[in-house]
């Protein structure tokens, strides 16, 4: 089967340099194997560069038109809005169009089409005898207007969703959509992501580690990391805090818009009426209130080739957020045999194993999060044991080889010349079952 992979039109797909989706379509592609012809399509960067020996090929559409829109709104948010070019920009047109005509020339039979599900139609007619996977990495299926979002998936012969929690949501708002729908997850590569050989044990160092890893924004809840930071920092002398990963907030109204959580809604605190983000000093003046400036740390952005060894030097992985789809964070955690604490959202509730490979909180609690990050750090057996038993959870299910036998699945029940079989009141294929079925 000809497959082509259409990456989002800012996706950066090659290493070293890559974004989360350009990560999960590139190492995807890599191992989707025998029995498929691949071809990728991504935006041009001019400074990507492109493996040789790649097992797929790769088309790339030139998007320059689209940068400069996106330039006048980063640089001039507020003409933007009352312009509307915000709009404009979100549909990407010229890097769509390039799509559209690489798939006329292609004729594929499966397309693959991550997240962008105003597409849907304008593909489809490119390249009308191809089946359209469309792939959730978030609920925008759910959130956005459900006649649009119907419109759309007309053409769409299955949705497959980054989790369970995608999946439900997505069933719940459109029961009676006709194609297949399963869960496929994401993917660590748990050769790179795995315990370190020569971990020191925290009984012979000076400080233990809390890691957060992730954007630095409001919807990660690390306003509520701090506030039960204080509490633990109270109880133990020896922990510090550190908080890896960039300053990048959610534009407010893609924040709280979308939303009908109360707790993802009250973000827009953080905001100014123009949208500009201040959390970032609402945090250091929290971490000031508490005295805590020389226990907490925000060490940046980490290459994707130095994090383990960030995972490393910690004791504990932590994810705070009030909203998450998936939280690869505390999967990359797991594989590296390191006890996690995450809350009970999106698809932290599927990944994390309460008492056995980590800890389950309720969102925006500091005091039920203390105290699950306070009886990891006092009982030192039960860590190692939810070390022990997280690791073998990722190489179970989320390595990059069990993702794409996934996926690999849902494509054979969309083969041409196949018919599309669903139950009504079905389930979604969940992550442990999709290749069984």
């Known amino acids: 089967m000809k497959l082509v992979y259409v990456g989002q039109p800012y996706d950066r797909l090659f290493p070293p340099v890559q974004n989360s989706i350009g990560l999960i379509v590139y190492n995807t592609a890599l191992r989707l194997g025998e029995g498929l012809q691949i071809t990728l399509y991504g935006k041009h960067y001019r400074d ?26 980063n640089e001039f948010p507020r003409l933007a809005r009352w312009l509307r070019l915000d709009r404009r920009a979100d549909d990407h047109s010229q890097y769509r169009n ?5 798939l006329a020339v292609d004729q594929p039979d499966i397309v693959h089409l991550m997240n962008y599900w105003t597409w849907c139609r304008e593909l489809k007619a490119a390249s009308s005898s191809h089946r359209l996977v469309l792939e959730m990495q978030c609920e925008w299926l759910s959130q956005r207007d459900r006649d649009q979002v119907a419109r759309q998936l007309k053409v769409v012969d299955a949705v497959v969703a980054v989790s369970d929690h995608i999946a439900r949501t997505f069933l719940s708002a459109f029961p009676d959509y006709p194609g297949v729908v399963a869960t496929v997850g994401n993917g660590v590569d748990v050769s790179y992501f795995r315990p370190s050989e020569q971990r020191t044990f925290a009984s012979t160092r000076t400080r233990r580690v809390i890691l957060f890893v992730g954007r630095v924004s409001p919807e990660k809840g690390l306003h509520t990391l701090i506030e039960a930071f204080s509490e633990v920092a109270a109880r133990f002398a020896d922990v510090e805090l550190r908080i890896a990963g960039p300053h990048w907030p959610l534009s407010v109204d893609f924040l709280t818009s979308l939303s009908s959580d109360p707790r993802v809604t009250a973000l827009s605190r953080f905001y100014d009426r123009w949208g500009n983000c201040n959390y970032r000093e609402h945090l250091e003046e929290l971490i000031e209130r508490h005295g805590l400036s020389d226990r907490i740390h925000f060490v940046g952005n980490v290459p994707h080739k130095d994090l383990v060894a960030t995972y490393h030097e910690a004791d504990i992985v932590v994810n705070p957020s009030l909203s998450e789809s998936f939280g690869i964070s505390v999967v990359e955690g797991m594989a590296c045999g390191i006890p996690v604490v995450g809350t009970r959202v999106g698809g932290m509730c599927e990944s ?3 008492g056995s490979t980590g800890m389950l909180v309720e969102a925006d609690a500091p005091g039920e999060l203390a105290q699950a990050l306070t009886t990891v750090l006092e009982d030192t057996v039960l860590a190692s044991e939810m070390g022990s038993e997280g690791r073998k959870r990722a190489v179970e299910l989320y390595s990059w080889e069990a993702r794409a036998e996934r996926l690999k699945s849902v494509y054979q029940k969309l083969r041409p010349g196949t018919r599309i079989h669903v139950h009504k009141d079905r389930e979604p294929l969940s992550l442990a079952a999709v290749g069984d079925r």
């Open 352 to 354: 994390i194993l309460t």
């Open 98 to 102: 390039k799509v559209r005509r690489y």
């Open 48 to 73: 990507d560069t492109v493996p040789a020996d790649l097992p797929f090929a790769v088309r790339r559409a030139p998007a320059r038109r689209d940068h400069a829109l996106q330039r006048v709104i």
